[in-house]
C-alpha cells in the first residue's frame, strides 16, 4: 500500500527489474481498469525485461481507497508510485498511462513533474468528449447515479459525485508544460473511444522533445496493446536518460 499526500491508501505491485537496474516504470491502468487485471499484469511483465514496474490502483479502483475523480486529483495516485519507485532505488522513472491513466500521466508530469519521460498511450487530449458512442456510455457511468452504481458493482469502480471545481487543467494543456522531459505519444487508427486528433492535440500541444506513434489497427488501451507494441514501449523508455532525480520542478 502507497499513501498520497492527500492521506488515500493506494493498492500497488513492484515487479523488479530483469533489464535495466536503474530504470524504474510506473504503470497507469485506465478508467475502471485495475493492475490486477490480466491486460495489465501481461504489460507489466512485459516491461518488466526493461526495468522494474510500480503498478497500482488509481483512488477508488480496486482495493485503493477513496473515489475516483476521472483523471483529477489522481496525479496525486501517480506522484505516490513514483515516489516509491524513487525510494525503491530507481535512479530513472518512467511513466507509462493507459486511456486516463495516459492523461493522468501527462497530467503529472506537467503539473508536478519528477520524472524521467512519460509515455501516453490512447489518452483524451481533453475533457467531457462524447463525439463516440463508448465514451457516451462512460459519461453514463460518471454522471448518472445508476451509471455509478453499475461502476460499482461491475467495474469495483466508486466515482465522485457532482462536477470538477475547479476544472483541472486538460491533457493538452499539461503537455505544453512537460518539456524538457521527452514525451511519447501512442494511438491507434482503430481506437472506438478516442480518434486520432485526441493523440495529435496532445502531440502539438507538448515542446521537444517529443514524439508521435500512430499505430495502424491498434484498437484502445491496454486490452488491445500487443507485446510488440509494449516491448517498443519498453526500449523507448530504456533509452531515455536520467535527469529529474527526485525534483519535483513543478511543485509549490
Known sequence: MLRTRDNLRIDAAHTPSRGADDLGI??????TGSFRQRPTRRIAHVLSGFGGVVAFDFRGHGRSGGRSTVGDLEILD????????????YRRVVTVGFSMGGAVAVRHAGVLGGVDAVVSVSAPARWYYRGTRPMR????????PMGRLAARLGKR??????VWDPLPLAPYEAAAKISPVPLLVVHGDADRFFPLDHAYQIY??????????????FGHAESAATPDLVRRIGRWAAARPGSSGDVYPHED
Open 26 to 31: 510506473v504503470l497507469a491502468h485506465g478508467f
Open 157 to 162: 469502480t466508486r466515482i465522485m459525485k457532482g
Open 137 to 144: 456510455q462512460v459519461h453514463w457511468a460518471i454522471e448518472r
Open 204 to 217: 502539438e500541444a507538448a515542446n521537444e522533445p517529443r514524439e508521435l506513434w500512430i499505430e495502424p489497427g
Open 78 to 89: 501517480v506522484e505516490a508510485a513514483v515516489r516509491h519507485a524513487r525510494t525503491v532505488g
